[in-house]
């Protein structure tokens, strides 16, 4: 349904929306939908059903000059899975201003830009094997966020270098104690061609615990219009806890018109005693136009003695498994539909 049908059904219901109607704005949402079967190698066998970060969203933005343009977007996660759910904020929410020769400036909240930095890598993002379970782990810190209560000011592109920084007052609720659970993000991004570059940095202080920081390198090259490869470093470090580094390749192949196939292995390497992982994840994807997809992946993660990580929590997986010391199999069996 097109805006246009949406606000005469508005207004033949006596709706009133003329903030609406002055802006140019968009609804969109994302159905992402698999099957998928999970064996932890120890007791957890199962087949499950999985919403992967699906997701309903209104945004739009109203020009009043070439260097002062209003944006908003609220955007809500959609299980088709689960009947629990949150606020009608728990996606990137926010409100703000651009203008091409100054930037952008929003508040509310939203990915941080550590968090967007891994992006040119992670070919499964939201599917069985998505990167993040490896760079996202509660023992190393976790990382790849999205902060509430923030400020986020992005640069203009100068010459294909662009300049994000973010601050969060309270990454949980509205607490603004000096002690309270603050945060800071920021990444330099380069692109030029075919080439992405990414350097980025990010702190989380907490009152119950003690900081965590991380760092994080991204080179993505898309070698010809149908192959494209990728690698990711990153070094997380908290007080009290063990320094950890995450390492590794991805790959993606258009092989035909309509199909891809993809492939990475990315290993983590923990100074706690027998705690390093390995995720190795493959996959083969059809398109069967620009919005809707089918997907078949394979996620692996090896892990050492001391180590209980999976291949399928991140991205809308369950929790359920304890694969110590075990190798993790899952097999997804998913659809995408995009509007």
């Known amino acids: 349904m097109n805006r246009k049908k949406i606000l005469i059904g508005m207004l033949a219901a006596g709706l009133t929306v003329p903030t609406i109607v002055a802006a140019d704005w968009t609804i969109y949402g994302r159905a992402n939908v698999s099957v998928d079967f999970l064996d932890d190698g120890n007791d957890f066998s199962e087949i499950d059903v999985v919403s992967r970060s699906s997701r309903l969203g209104f945004k739009g933005e109203r020009e009043w000059s070439d260097q002062f343009v209003g944006i908003f ?12 759910g949150e606020t009608f ?39 069985v094997g998505d990167l993040r379970n490896i760079t996202r782990t509660r023992q190393h810190g976790r990382f790849d966020e999205r902060f509430r209560n923030s400020l986020h000011y992005r640069t203009p592109s100068l010459g294909g270098l662009r300049w994000d920084v973010q601050y969060s007052t309270d990454r949980g609720q509205q607490d603004t104690r000096a002690d309270a659970d603050d945060g800071f993000s920021t990444a330099l991004t380069f692109r030029q061609g075919g080439f992405t570059g990414a350097l980025a940095y990010e702190q989380q202080r907490n009152d119950a615990s003690d900081n965590v920081d991380a ?47 993809r492939g990475h292995v990315f290993h983590l390497d923990s100074d706690a005693q027998d705690s390093d992982a390995t995720l190795y994840a493959f996959g083969l994807e059809r398109r069967i136009d620009r919005d809707l997809r089918i ?44 509007f």
Request: charged share 20%; hydrophobic share 35%; net charge negative.
């Open 215 to 261: 760092v994080r390198l991204v080179l993505a090259y898309k070698v010809s219009p149908t192959f494209e490869i990728g690698a990711l470093y990153q070094n997380t470090e908290a007080d009290g806890r063990d320094e950890a580094d995450a390492f590794g390749l991805a790959a993606q192949f258009q092989f035909a018109p309509d199909w891809y196939i």
């Open 73 to 84: 977007q609220i955007e809500q996660q959609i299980d088709f899975d689960s009947s629990e």
């Open 295 to 338: 997907q078949l992946n394979l996620g692996v993660m090896n892990n050492d003695d001391n180590s209980a990580l999976n291949p399928w929590m991140q991205g809308g997986g369950p929790s359920q498994g304890n694969p110590i010391g075990e190798t993790a199999t899952a097999l997804q069996l998913g659809i995408r539909y995009d």
């Open 89 to 127: 904020t728990t996606r990137d929410t926010f409100v703000g201003f651009k203008g091409s020769d100054w930037g952008m400036l929003r508040v509310g909240r939203f990915d941080t830009p550590f968090k967007r930095a891994r992006g040119p890598v992670n070919f499964f993002g939201d599917q």
